[in-house]
């Protein structure tokens, strides 16, 4: 891709070919809300048989320091539609522990979808909130509740050896090098933040801007 403010472009890492019965999860994604504890998990299944789509998606929250299931649920799926669909739901994890640029606590969420085929997927997450808090009288940031000043810099997402993207690396000595500084945050500048950066700073605690 090309970027304003970037003089060069190219293919974004590399491409990939996988194989899929006649179901298969094109997309997941885990979406935080204000009670830290509560996430609402999303499944994108594409089906390229022309039934009705019937069957369910497992969930399995598991903890990435341990490996252990903390949390289980189940989504149903029925549509007449062969075409894409996403299905979600709320699911709470009564004794997880909260992400934070102190103790990044992360979880796993496998998607296993099951229904005459059969197919699964992960993503990695964080229980936590963040917003603004008072506003009008004594406004504040908050993380999971608690009052947090936010101490940041830009990234212009000009990478090293290739410009374009960062190698896993890069992404670990970038949040390193910003810790090191006292900074809690960076904001990608003018730029789309980096898969390879998100996962860096998701693991060793760092909050990104996207502005």
């Known amino acids: 891709g ?9 293919l974004d890492r590399g491409l ?9 999860i094109s997309d997941a994604w885990v979406l935080n809300t204000p009670d830290p504890r509560t996430v609402i998990p999303h499944v994108q299944l ?3 048989a022309s039934k009705d789509l019937k069957g369910w ?5 598991i903890d990435s320091a341990t490996s252990v299931v903390v949390a289980r649920d189940r989504l149903p799926v029925a549509s007449t539609s062969s075409s894409a669909i996403v299905v979600s739901k709320k699911l709470t994890i009564p004794h997880a522990k909260l992400w934070s640029p102190v103790r990044p606590n992360l979880y796993r969420l496998k998607f296993s979808y099951v229904g005459g085929s059969t197919d699964a997927k992960e993503v990695t997450f964080g229980c936590r909130w963040f917003g603004p808090d008072g506003e009008g009288t004594n406004a504040v940031l908050r993380l999971n509740g608690q009052r947090i000043r936010v101490f940041s810099a830009i990234s212009w997402g000009f990478w090293g050896i290739n410009g374009l993207w960062p190698t896993p690396a890069l992404a670990e000595k970038e949040v390193r090098v910003a810790k090191s500084l006292g900074l809690n945050s960076i904001n990608f500048h003018r ?15 760092l909050l990104r801007y996207a502005e």
């Open 191 to 205: 730029n789309m933040p980096r898969a390879e950066s998100l996962d860096a700073a998701d693991r060793m605690g």
């Open 2 to 10: 090309f970027f304003g403010g970037h003089a060069f472009g190219g």
């Open 16 to 24: 990939t070919l996988s194989a899929h019965g006649p179901v298969r």
């Open 57 to 61: 998606v497992d969930l399995a929250v």
């Open 46 to 48: 594409t089906s390229s």
